[in-house]
């Protein structure tokens, strides 16, 4: 009889074991890189061995290679084996080395891939700072990036920076300082679009024009990143919140920045954010923030607003332009796209009043280029203001 249920048993644990056994992933076929480390492909692939078939994820998957910085077109194919599939995984992989702009930092050069390690290593130059009252020197950066570092869940980033900074309200109040300083940090993923990071940033800042000359400033930030797709990859929400600590100083900023992204027909899309800071009492400057340059309620003087707390609501509408000469095989290519943007903000500067809520309209086209998005705008707020923007 022990016999008989013993069988039975073996019996029953194989036809449940071939049932839930069915369609999925048995093994991944990874193609094209030349460069890249296979271990370092599967973990951003977030693959687990015998992993169920399921194309939401199979998108994040490709999501994730193409984010990463290493690859330039990323093509994904399932080859039937029985009941189960073999995922094909072509991947063409970008320039190991590449020019690197950015309107903050200057311009400069990254190794994207060292060793094939998915490790990048940066340096930027900023020649000069332009502004309406002065021309000078604006300084460097240098520093090493890398998510999911060597094949595990974790990521890390190292900056150091000099930097001179220009700040003003009006054209009475302009000062400027030199910024010298390092950030170091180390984050975990656990799975495709969730990122914990802990962050140490310690700067030095030194004016020539201020009655404190010096400050000397170190803070401990976290950050919490989220990314959640709806509707087969037609839609996502993206959030993180951010904290930062002082250290030799008692002061804490908190933000929330959310964008919902929508695709209403075909390519056509919408894009709202939201965006809230709270500055606590004795904040840095340096930690304060400003409206300018790539976050700012464009139509107004750039910096013009410096508040314990402020509130962006921004609404984008944008129209795809793409071509089908199979320059992609993922996709179509995205060449250009125009928007139109809506942005109002609450901006606290006392007693509430209605001048606390600031409006502006804008249009901009997204140029794709070989080190990224374009993005000439021309906004009206309070004036009408032209921005260029990578």
Request: proline letters at 3%; a neutral charge; zero cysteines.
């Given at each position: ?174 000062f400027y300082y030199d910024s010298q300083g390092f950030t170091v940090g180390l984050g975990y993923e656990w799975d495709a679009g969730n990122l914990f990071m802990a962050s140490y940033t310690s700067k030095t800042n030194s004016s020539t024009n201020l009655s404190q000359t010096d400050s000397n400033v170190n803070s401990i930030s976290f950050v919490l990143k989220h990314i ?163």
């Amino acid at each position: 009889m022990k016999k008989y249920l013993v069988i039975f048993f073996l019996l029953l644990f194989s036809l449940s074991f071939l049932a839930f056994a069915k369609d999925r992933i048995v093994e991944v076929e990874v193609k094209g890189n030349t460069t890249t480390k296979e271990f370092i492909v599967l973990n951003l692939l977030n693959y687990t061995k015998n992993m169920k078939l399921d194309i939401d994820a199979l998108e994040r998957s490709q999501n994730a290679l193409l984010n990463s910085g290493l690859f330039s077109d990323v093509y994904m194919d399932l080859k039937s084996t029985g009941d189960d599939y073999i995922l094909v995984v072509n991947l063409k992989e970008k320039a190991h080395f590449i020019p690197v702009i950015d309107l903050e930092k200057g311009v400069g050069i990254e190794n994207n891939d060292l060793f094939g390690l998915g490790v990048g290593m940066y340096g930027t130059l900023r020649f000069f700072n332009l502004s309406p009252f002065s021309v000078f020197w604006g300084g460097y950066t240098v520093g090493l990036s890398s998510p999911r570092a060597f094949g595990t869940h974790f990521s890390f980033k190292a900056e150091y920076g000099d930097l001179k900074n220009l700040y003003w309200q009006t054209p009475a109040k302009s000062f400027y300082y030199d910024s010298q300083g390092f950030t170091v940090g180390l984050g975990y993923e656990w799975d495709a679009g969730n990122l914990f990071m802990a962050s140490y940033t310690s700067k030095t800042n030194s004016s020539t024009n201020l009655s404190q000359t010096d400050s000397n400033v170190n803070s401990i930030s976290f950050v919490l990143k989220h990314i959640s797709y709806f509707g087969e990859g037609r839609s996502y929400l993206k959030w993180n919140a951010g904290l930062e600590r002082g250290v030799n100083e008692d002061f804490t900023t908190l933000n929330l920045d959310m964008r919902y992204y929508y695709r209403i027909i075909a390519q056509i899309y919408t894009l709202t954010r939201s965006y809230s800071v709270y500055n606590g009492e004795n904040t840095p400057l340096m930690s304060k923030y400003y409206f300018g340059q790539t976050s700012d309620l464009k139509g107004y003087d750039l910096r013009a607003f410096s508040t314990p707390f402020m509130s962006l609501l921004e609404e984008r509408i944008g129209v795809p332009f793409t071509s089908s000469f199979k320059i992609s095989k993922s996709s179509q290519m995205t060449f250009l796209t125009p928007e139109i943007i809506l942005q109002e903000a609450f901006i606290k500067s006392g007693e509430f009043s209605l001048d606390d809520f600031k409006f502006s309209i804008g249009i901009g086209i997204k140029f794709k280029t070989p080190v990224g998005s374009l993005e000439p705008e021309l906004f009206f707020g309070k004036s009408l203001k032209f921005y260029l923007e990578f």
